[in-house]
């Protein structure tokens, strides 16, 4: 977000420019203050003495123990300098965006500054910013702004469908000041409102003005906490912070490697802002990691699930919360309706837009906003993944394993078994012998399997495959998931016969998988298995999944790993998705030639479990050396360009950051060294 500046705490997030100013700015990376995925700031700007001040220093990074801070001036000249200077100061706490304004005089008089903020709210879904080409039909929302004895409230309804009582939606920002405004005026239509101030500043004096914009999205009924400055707000989450960065084990203690220490504390230090809230079985409390920023602040199935495991030995909290949380959520009814067979995921989009979910499923994406609220999205609870379910199986007994603690796989037992079920029936396994999807995209336009975007699971020649397909990483992670759920039922659960059904079932699945998925002539897996069976046979760099689900024998996992790491595939920083030189390759593509640091991380571990040390050590340099260049924070996903192309990693320009499976990649490669 090149001139825009993040602050992120427990599910809410701003983005400023430089001067701190929110413009309503869309695209890549929209501005304004966001909680719940909807936009509660979309105009914050700041005048003094009637025009934009002029920028001496812009906002630096925010850390965990300081708040955002520019410094501005009014106009002014060689011959008449500014007569005081502006220091701005920015946090997120709260719901909240909290900022201190302070004016220093530059004169040996008493000044009068005159200082104004123009706010608004548009109130956005976060669908709506996105760029993919939908429009949604809200002619019946109303947005209203109220003058307030210290600020403004702005308000946003929408009423219940067919008309019933009360707004069926309603949210609001909350804009108060100390000292509050000496008025507030509207400057053009809308609900834009413009407050000022005319602060009296001592002769080399100073005077401050406090500001708190509070989010309450529709169903919070808690009101706006008080105003507090930035620096005080700073101070608690830097405290709540600590407590997870620097819980122990440090990765400093664990590893000489100071670069790869410093990827380990940077991703540390951004999960511990992109965990949000979420409820347990029981309607417990928790907090679990999201996505990414901008548009993934939200649980998601797959990204928590591996983010958990990759984090695992250093904050086992993270997969206990995640588990819990996903557990909750776990399909219980058909939506939409059964078809005939397994595959039930035959309706399109529009309003009631179907969420794929089927009993005993793990859901993709769970989302709490406007559209997700009226179905005109269908991701408020989203099912369409193929990976959530048997990776949520993986972690549990991962889980278990690591704490020596089963008490969790006692009380999720009975999702568990849901999930070993929705992989033999809906997923396919019993009927087709391999987890599959219908090949229906998901609603955002893609695939089921985490190459969700457009045509990403292709043949050779470009061709996208039709369903129901069965991708190779689905099926290891299928195979693994059988083998840690038997274990599960065999030590914790005390049912010897599921556990001999589901180790049955994990051997046959590998033997078919080397008969089925293994292209002789390119001595390679196939990306996937298209509805008649046939191979795509596009090279990916989905084999380094298969290493680490363990499904491959020792011979065809150590061919695999050796090939993974020829130039075509690694291409210094990391390893492609896609072979270079294949027709469908394009670098920067999201899925067909980009590089994916959770993508390699799993690839690291799996070749650290087939003993292919000097292949694995390549990769884990090329990815800290590509940290390094990021100010150790690795992106969500980078151009596929090699070092023989440009001497630094090429950023892919939509990419998340910061970004949860990124931010864990470092642990995992930590892990796979040790």
């Given at each position: 977000?090149?001139?825009?500046h993040?602050l992120?705490?427990d599910?809410?997030?701003?983005?400023v420019?430089?001067s701190?100013?929110?413009s309503?700015?869309?695209?890549?990376s929209p501005d304004?203050?966001f909680?719940?995925?909807?936009r509660?700031?979309?105009?914050?700007q700041?005048?003094v003495e009637?025009?934009?001040?002029e920028?001496?220093?812009?906002?630096?990074?925010?850390?965990p123990?300081?708040p955002?801070?520019?410094?501005?001036?009014?106009?002014?000249s060689?011959h008449?300098?500014?007569?005081?200077?502006?220091f701005?100061?920015?946090?997120v706490a709260d719901?909240s965006?909290?900022?201190?304004i302070?004016?220093?005089?530059?004169?040996?008089v008493p000044?009068?500054?005159?200082v104004?903020?123009?706010?608004d709210a548009d109130?956005?879904?976060?669908?709506e910013?996105?760029?993919?080409y939908?429009?949604?039909?809200k002619?019946?929302?109303v947005?209203t702004?109220e003058?307030?004895?210290d600020?403004?409230?702005l308000?946003?309804?929408r009423?219940?469908?067919?008309?019933?009582?009360g707004p069926?939606?309603?949210?609001r920002t909350v804009?108060?000041?100390?000292?509050?405004p000496?008025?507030v005026?509207?400057?053009?239509s809308?609900?834009?409102?413009?407050l000022?101030w005319r602060?009296?500043?001592?002769?080399?004096?100073?005077g401050?003005?406090?500001?708190?914009?509070?989010a309450l999205?529709s169903g919070?009924?808690a009101e706006?906490?008080?105003?507090?400055?930035?620096?005080?707000?700073?101070?608690?989450?830097a405290?709540e912070?600590?407590?997870?960065?620097?819980?122990?084990?440090?990765?400093?203690?664990?590893i000489g490697w100071?670069?790869?220490a410093?990827a380990c504390?940077?991703g540390?230090?951004?999960l511990?802002?992109?965990?949000?809230?979420a409820?347990?079985p029981d309607?417990?409390p928790?907090?679990?990691?999201?996505?990414g920023i901008?548009w993934?602040?939200?649980?998601?199935?797959?990204d928590?699930?591996?983010?958990s495991?990759?984090?695992?030995?250093?904050?086992?909290g993270l997969?206990?919360?995640?588990?819990?949380?996903?557990?909750a959520a776990?399909?219980?009814e058909?939506?939409?309706p059964?078809?005939?067979g397994?595959?039930?995921?035959r309706?399109g989009?529009g309003q009631?837009a179907p969420?794929?979910?089927?009993?005993?499923r793990i859901?993709h994406e769970?989302?709490?906003?406007e559209?997700?609220?009226?179905?005109?999205v269908?991701?408020?609870?989203?099912y369409?993944?193929?990976d959530a379910?048997?990776?949520f199986?993986?972690?549990?007994?991962a889980?278990?394993?690591?704490?020596a603690?089963?008490a969790l796989?006692?009380?999720?037992?009975?999702?568990a078994?849901?999930?070993?079920?929705?992989?033999?029936?809906?997923g396919?396994?019993?009927e087709l012998?391999r987890l599959?999807?219908?090949g229906?995209?998901?609603?955002?336009g893609?695939?089921?399997?985490w190459?969700?975007s457009p045509?990403?699971i292709?043949?050779?020649d470009?061709?996208?495959a039709?369903?129901p397909?069965?991708?190779?990483?689905?099926?290891?992670?299928a195979?693994?998931?059988?083998?840690r759920t038997?274990?599960?039922?065999?030590k914790?659960?005390?049912?010897?016969?599921?556990?001999?059904r589901l180790e049955?079932?994990a051997?046959?699945?590998?033997?078919?998988?080397h008969r089925?998925?293994?292209m002789?002539?390119?001595?390679?897996?196939?990306l996937a298995l298209?509805?008649e069976g046939?191979?795509?046979?596009?090279?990916?760099?989905?084999?380094?999944?298969?290493?680490?689900?363990?499904?491959?024998?020792?011979?065809h996992?150590?061919r695999?790993g050796?090939?993974?790491?020829?130039?075509d595939?690694?291409?210094?920083w990391?390893i492609?998705?896609?072979?270079?030189g294949?027709?469908p390759?394009h670098p920067?593509?999201?899925?067909?030639?980009?590089?994916w640091?959770?993508d390699n991380?799993?690839t690291?571990?799996?070749l650290?479990?087939?003993?292919?040390t000097?292949q694995?050590?390549?990769?884990?340099?090329?990815?800290?050396?590509?940290a390094?260049?990021?100010g150790w924070?690795?992106?969500?996903?980078?151009?596929?360009?090699?070092?023989?192309?440009?001497?630094?990693?090429?950023p892919?320009p939509?990419?998340?950051?910061?970004?949860?499976?990124a931010a864990?990649?470092?642990?995992?490669?930590?892990?796979?060294?040790?």
């Amino acid at each position: 977000m090149t001139g825009h500046h993040l602050l992120v705490h427990d599910g809410t997030f701003a983005v400023v420019t430089d001067s701190g100013d929110i413009s309503g700015a869309c695209g890549a990376s929209p501005d304004g203050l966001f909680s719940r995925d909807a936009r509660h700031l979309s105009r914050w700007q700041l005048t003094v003495e009637g025009s934009s001040p002029e920028l001496l220093v812009a906002a630096g990074q925010a850390g965990p123990d300081r708040p955002l801070a520019a410094v501005l001036t009014p106009p002014g000249s060689g011959h008449e300098p500014p007569a005081y200077t502006v220091f701005r100061e920015q946090a997120v706490a709260d719901r909240s965006l909290a900022e201190r304004i302070r004016l220093t005089s530059n004169r040996p008089v008493p000044t009068t500054a005159r200082v104004s903020l123009t706010v608004d709210a548009d109130f956005a879904d976060q669908f709506e910013l996105r760029t993919d080409y939908r429009t949604y039909d809200k002619t019946d929302a109303v947005r209203t702004a109220e003058a307030l004895q210290d600020g403004v409230a702005l308000g946003y309804e929408r009423p219940a469908p067919g008309g019933g009582p009360g707004p069926e939606w309603h949210s609001r920002t909350v804009i108060t000041a100390v000292p509050a405004p000496d008025k507030v005026t509207h400057p053009a239509s809308g609900t834009a409102r413009t407050l000022e101030w005319r602060v009296l500043l001592p002769p080399h004096g100073n005077g401050e003005i406090v500001l708190q914009a509070c989010a309450l999205p529709s169903g919070t009924d808690a009101e706006p906490p008080r105003v507090q400055p930035p620096a005080t707000a700073v101070a608690g989450l830097a405290q709540e912070n600590a407590a997870f960065t620097g819980a122990d084990p440090r990765p400093r203690d664990l590893i000489g490697w100071t670069e790869l220490a410093r990827a380990c504390e940077q991703g540390l230090a951004d999960l511990a802002g992109l965990r949000v809230p979420a409820v347990g079985p029981d309607g417990e409390p928790l907090r679990v990691p999201a996505a990414g920023i901008p548009w993934f602040l939200a649980l998601f199935g797959r990204d928590s699930l591996l983010t958990s495991l990759f984090t695992l030995p250093y904050r086992p909290g993270l997969a206990a919360a995640t588990l819990a949380a996903l557990a909750a959520a776990q399909g219980t009814e058909y939506d939409p309706p059964p078809a005939s067979g397994w595959e039930r995921t035959r309706r399109g989009q529009g309003q009631n837009a179907p969420r794929q979910e089927q009993p005993g499923r793990i859901a993709h994406e769970i989302r709490h906003g406007e559209l997700a609220r009226f179905r005109q999205v269908p991701y408020g609870r989203y099912y369409g993944a193929v990976d959530a379910t048997p990776l949520f199986l993986i972690l549990l007994h991962a889980y278990t394993e690591r704490t020596a603690d089963d008490a969790l796989a006692r009380r999720l037992e009975p999702q568990a078994r849901a999930a070993v079920e929705w992989m033999f029936q809906d997923g396919g396994l019993a009927e087709l012998g391999r987890l599959v999807y219908g090949g229906v995209p998901v609603a955002a336009g893609g695939d089921q399997s985490w190459r969700d975007s457009p045509g990403a699971i292709c043949f050779s020649d470009g061709t996208p495959a039709q369903g129901p397909i069965a991708v190779a990483g689905a099926q290891g992670y299928a195979y693994d998931a059988l083998l840690r759920t038997a274990a599960l039922a065999r030590k914790t659960w005390d049912d010897a016969a599921l556990a001999d059904r589901l180790e049955e079932a994990a051997a046959q699945l590998s033997g078919r998988f080397h008969r089925e998925f293994w292209m002789p002539g390119q001595e390679f897996p196939a990306l996937a298995l298209d509805g008649e069976g046939r191979q795509v046979d596009v090279l990916a760099s989905e084999a380094g999944h298969l290493l680490w689900s363990g499904i491959l024998d020792p011979q065809h996992g150590a061919r695999v790993g050796r090939r993974l790491l020829e130039p075509d595939f690694f291409s210094g920083w990391g390893i492609r998705t896609l072979a270079a030189g294949q027709v469908p390759y394009h670098p920067l593509s999201w899925h067909k030639g980009s590089i994916w640091p959770h993508d390699n991380a799993l690839t690291v571990l799996g070749l650290a479990r087939y003993g292919l040390t000097e292949q694995a050590l390549a990769v884990v340099r090329g990815l800290v050396e590509a940290a390094a260049v990021h100010g150790w924070r690795l992106p969500e996903v980078m151009a596929g360009y090699g070092r023989d192309e440009h001497p630094t990693p090429v950023p892919y320009p939509h990419s998340c950051s910061p970004q949860a499976w990124a931010a864990a990649t470092p642990l995992a490669l930590l892990s796979a060294l040790i």
